[in-house]
């Protein structure tokens, strides 16, 4: 009786595998890489938000001193690395944020033709009468377009002799800003920390040399 019988062992282990093993090894490799691929990446990006991961801590511990004079003051929610600015000072040479690395900040944006601005300009020139230092800075930028002689008039006139005539005639500094969600208006106020992180901002005018803002900036330098 004849009939059809199954393949024996010896058989079966003579199929072409060969190309098989091939594909599994392609794909284990390519999923090793994707893998490895995916981890640098999270780590990369992790590594990134590190430096203001400390400047979002200082902000949650802050936040329950923004009150009076100062209650306005929206605290970071999120890391947030503010962009090298750049302008220029008095004597016209350029300069840029990243030159106050290692101190913490209080940047103001302001113009001649901004009431509120020209208000709080007397507080920011006692601020930094009272905290400038190696720690700590006030760095006012005027962004009128049209007439360089008019602010540098206001600061001479009003005798605001500690806040440098640091300014951008074209505002970009206003632009940069607001490309990422803060100069909503003027005046224009950020805490930053020494690695140019974002503390915390407030869109309008302080009493910044107010006890509330004082008490608040001290803090700030405390941790």
């Known amino acids: 009786m004849t ?22 090894l392609v794909a284990g490799v390519t999923a090793t890489l994707l893998g490895a691929g995916h981890l640098r990446y999270a780590r990369s990006a992790a590594s990134a938000g590190m430096p203001c991961s400390a400047s979002l801590d200082l902000s ?15 605290m970071a929610s999120k890391p947030r690395q503010i962009p090298d600015l750049a302008f220029m000072d ?41 905290l400038g230092s190696d720690k700590f800075a006030v760095v006012a930028i005027n962004i009128d377009t049209r007439d360089a002689d008019k602010p540098k008039a206001f600061l001479r006139d009003a005798n605001l002799t500690r806040l440098g005539n640091f300014h951008d005639d074209k505002a970009e500094v206003f ?9 909503l208006g003027m005046p224009t106020s950020v805490l930053i920390d020494g690695q140019g992180c974002e503390i915390g901002n407030m869109s309008g005018p302080a009493e910044w040399d107010s006890p509330d803002a004082i008490e608040l900036i001290q803090a700030s330098l405390a941790h």
Do not use: F, Y
């Open 3 to 24: 009939g059809t019988t199954p393949p024996s062992r010896r058989t079966q282990s003579r199929l072409p595998v060969g190309p098989l093993v091939a594909v599994a």
């Open 60 to 74: 949650r511990k802050l936040a329950p001193r923004a009150i009076g004079e100062v209650a306005a003051l929206t």
């Open 175 to 183: 632009q940069q800003l607001k490309g990422i969600g803060l100069a």
């Open 90 to 130: 008095g004597d016209g040479q350029p300069k840029k944020l990243s030159d106050w690395k290692g101190k913490t900040v209080l940047l103001n944006l302001w113009a001649t033709w901004c009431v509120p601005c020209r208000k709080e300009m007397p507080a920011l020139d006692k601020l930094e009468g009272k």
